[in-house]
């Protein structure tokens, strides 16, 4: 499962850390998704390099004279592609992928965490997060969105039941701080381990006391 508390931590689980921090009074916030065990499941795997793949999407897409709108855009669509892969969700011109995918890929970094702005658009040294994510709580099924109709749902929870008993439980997010330039964007926190096999080699080497 994943989880936001070290509270309870079992081995098979995905620690989800968010963190912000804050240096002369300007804010980060960063999110890394660690298997506590070391190694990522194959389920876990599928989900995470998605969420890898997205967040990929989201700075190619990232450039002067583009919005918050544009690169979410650009980053959903990847998560929804492999969301259809995954089994999750049966149509990608809907918004059936909000059923695992509930809050945009980026906002504004500055001063605050979630720092203010509208829809500007991007010019050299504006700062924003990039945090796709895909949470496949337990209840999901359980709690149809208040949008839905019952039988879209109904058909909706017995397409999608299969892939949800094989992903159930498995969440991730990596979230980094970008910052706009001149053509594109700068990856603020790349010192961090982010691909699936970095992050399992930073846990390995840790324990290792290396």
């Known amino acids: 499962h994943y989880i936001e508390s070290q509270s309870a931590v079992k081995p098979g689980d995905l620690l989800l850390m968010d963190v912000g921090a804050e240096y002369q ?20 795997a599928e989900v995470y390099q998605i969420v890898y793949d997205a967040q990929e999407a989201v700075a190619k897409a990232a450039r002067p004279g583009v919005t918050l709108s544009d690169v979410n855009r650009a980053g ?71 949008n839905w109709k019952d039988e ?14 094989k992903y159930k439980g498995i969440g991730a997010r990596i979230e980094d701080d970008l910052v706009i330039t001149a053509d594109g964007v700068e990856w603020m926190s790349k010192a961090l381990p982010r691909k ?15």
């Open 25 to 44: 009074h300007y804010s980060a916030d960063i999110t890394r998704t660690i298997p506590v065990k070391g190694r990522f499941s194959p389920a876990q």
């Open 76 to 146: 959903t669509e990847v998560l929804k592609q492999g969301l259809l892969k995954l089994g999750l969700i049966t149509d990608v011109e809907s918004n059936q992928y909000r059923v695992w995918f509930m809050h945009s890929t980026s906002h504004w970094l500055g001063m605050n965490v979630h720092d203010v702005g509208g829809p500007a658009k991007f010019v050299p040294g504006a700062v924003f997060t990039n945090e796709p994510g895909i949470y496949v709580r337990p209840d999901a099924l359980e709690n149809k969105p208040g």
């Open 152 to 165: 879209e749902w109904e058909k909706f929870k017995a397409a999608v039941r299969p892939a949800f008993e």
């Open 196 to 210: 699936l096999s970095e992050v399992e080699e930073f846990i390995a080497k840790i324990r290792s006391g290396t």
